[in-house]
């Protein structure tokens, strides 16, 4: 049987707050449009790239309480959402138990909104527990097993625990392992490998170091500039302050492609991904160089 949660609340809150970050995104890129570029029109695209993460995980966090649902035959009870699972035998558990019966404090790590909760919690003398809910813990079940306990939320109370009683009682059909199942790209070794994402960092704040210089000195800057110089150092390309931008937007490329790059080559070649981003910060230095020249 397919036993799903109450989306709705869930949905329209995180769509909401979705669209209240859009919103001011939209109100930061207005005020950045209407100033000549400076240290604050940087602050504040900064702030709109910072806000770029939280849409991604609000995002995910809409996509998972979409696709959540308890699944559950006379072996096991599966809990879907995206593209994981948690698979737990039924033969395995050995109760199950209202979120209110929980004693205080819960300890609880996770991403909460109104209609939202997936993280995973700890109650002394109870063990750690896994959420998948779309509800309060009050209003949550917890189906609990001797090493993991799982927190859920059907919309049909009384009808899961009733087809989970019934499930019980015939007796599984065939043994299956208690596990999580994960896409095979998390289990990828670049998610954990440290140098890889400290040049990431290096090489996304040097690139934030060119914008920063070049918003930092535009005022000041004469509406016309040499752009290139011949041979003998004459410039020989009159253009505008504002084609400056293009060097810091080429090292952003250049940090774009080559961490697509680096991270594509990972698994295989882990010293040639490095290479790959140490290529694209010795872009941003070289860039900086040239900018450099250009405004003094």
Sequence with gaps: ??????????????????????????????????RVPDLVSFLLALIGMLTLPLLAALGYGLYTLVTLSYHLNRNRLLIRWAASEQVIPLER?????????????????????????????EVEGWGLFLTFASAPLSRQ?????????????????????GAFEVRR????????????????????????????????LAGALTNAALFAYLCWGYATLPHALPMHFDPLGH??????RSELFRLPLI????????????????????VASYLL?????????????ALWALME
């Design 1 to 34: 049987m397919y036993f799903r949660p109450r989306r709705w609340p869930g949905v329209l809150t995180g769509a909401g707050l979705i669209m209240l970050i859009l919103a001011a995104d939209g109100w930061l890129a207005l005020l950045i449009a209407q």
């Design 93 to 121: 558990v050995t109760g199950i138990v209202e979120g209110r019966q929980l004693p205080d404090p819960v300890r609880w790590r996770g991403v909460k909104w109104p209609g939202y909760a997936m993280g995973r919690g």
């Design 141 to 161: 079940l917890l189906v609990v097993t001797p090493s993991l306990s799982y927190s859920i939320s059907p919309r049909d109370r009384e009808g899961f625990l």
């Design 169 to 200: 009682r015939m007796g599984p059909l065939e043994s299956v392992a208690q596990e999580a199942r994960h896409p095979s790209f998390l289990s990828w070794p670049l998610w954990r490998d440290r140098t890889l994402w400290w040049l990431t």
């Design 235 to 240: 410039p020989d390309r009159i253009g505008t």
């Design 251 to 270: 090292g952003l490329m250049a940090l774009l492609v080559n961490g697509m790059l680096s991270g594509a080559l990972h698994r295989r070649q882990r």
């Design 277 to 289: 981003l140490g290529g694209a910060i010795a872009a941003q230095a070289l860039l900086g160089v």
